[in-house]
């Protein structure tokens, strides 16, 4: 099991440690570098001022939201990243939810979320493999465009620029059964939001070299109780935050995997302005079972139980070198 390092998006502002960071990541040993993006920073930016400060780290996007950019633009982010590193990219895609897609990007959120993330990857992986003029007849992302209300003199285009790498990997954030089940059919990778050890979903017989890379919040420490606060806080604002009580796709998760009422709980809270509250209701227990918290002996034990399944990459997510460098040394 390999080792990244996830740096999330910013907050208020850029972090002064993201580089210093992923150069001590890389010198540790850890295989790649992830960035993302929510309704601030973008995922693309950062991870390229990365590169230009790292040599040999492989660098992800977890996740670049497909409502961003059409398939074709964000294909030309990644292959001209992937020039620029020397090969080292990795694309990371979701798709995001509704309060997301339509309040921020000001589109709708498909009606068949699987049918328009099938048809984004195509397109990907089309302009990546540069075998023919980009062409797709789907309903969210035909080529060339169609429509009544252009003017139809659009034509079936190759990128100018080579790609690098036909195969440069492409990675899906999934969180529903069929959505994951589907990832692993037309994807190289899935990255888990959650992921439990002891919870370990029932897949199909995976590709070759397939990655399963989950986030998890990592730090050592002597006091568990203490080190969980931010697991809980951050469960806190996406169970609670990210969506709405109809349709909020990380409370959604957390249900599924045995918290049903407790995920309820959390969203009634978060909505009604009780925002500690809600992430004083996150459960210690669920908290636990995603993250590595505490001692390094503690650490070690949780470790191995991640071995044991079928995750490939375990992407952590910690700001303390302490604890990156711990984790290096359990790992090795």
């Given at each position: ?8 998006y ?6 002064s ?37 790292t ?49 921020w ?52 285009l190759?990128?100018i ?5 036909p ?19 037309i ?28 986030l ?6 002597d ?63 669920f ?26 990459d ?19």
């Open positions: 099991m390999r080792l990244g390092l996830a740096l999330g910013w907050g208020r502002g850029p972090s440690d993201h580089v210093p960071l992923a150069q001590e990541a890389e010198r540790l040993g850890y295989h790649s570098v992830w960035t993302a993006e929510s309704w601030g920073s973008d995922a693309f930016t950062p991870l390229t001022w990365i590169a230009a400060h040599t040999r780290i492989r660098l992800g996007t977890a996740v670049a939201q497909m409502a961003a950019r059409s398939p074709t633009t964000t294909a030309m982010h990644a292959l001209t990243l992937d020039h620029l590193s020397g090969g080292r990219m990795m694309l990371g895609l979701g798709l995001s939810g509704p309060q997301v897609v339509e309040g990007y000001g589109r709708p959120f498909p009606k068949s979320p699987l049918t328009a993330t099938r048809e984004y990857v195509d397109v990907v992986r089309q302009v990546l493999r540069r075998e023919a003029p980009v062409e797709s007849d789907g309903r969210f992302h035909p080529l060339p465009y169609r429509g009544e209300d252009g003017t139809g003199l659009g034509r079936p190759k990128p620029t080579h790609p690098l790498r195969d440069l990997p492409v990675l899906l954030g999934a969180e529903g059964p069929r959505n994951i089940a589907q990832t692993c059919r994807a190289d990778g899935w990255l888990p939001l959650y992921w439990s050890p002891t919870q370990v979903p029932q897949l199909p017989d995976l590709p070759e070299n397939f990655m399963i890379a989950p998890a919040q990592a730090r050592i420490c006091d568990v109780a203490e080190g969980l606060l931010p697991v809980k806080a951050m469960l806190g604002f996406y169970i609670g935050g990210m969506g709405n009580a109809a349709r909020n796709f990380h409370a959604d998760l957390m249900a599924r995997m045995g918290y049903e009422e407790e995920a309820h709980h959390i969203q009634s809270l978060f909505l009604a302005g009780r925002r500690e509250e809600a992430v004083r209701a996150v459960p210690d227990a908290a636990d079972e995603i993250s590595l918290v505490g001692p390094a002996e503690r650490v070690a034990e949780r470790l191995a139980e991640w071995r044991k399944g079928p995750v490939t375990l992407l952590v997510l910690s700001p303390d070198r302490h604890t990156l460098r711990v984790l290096a040394d359990l790992n090795s």
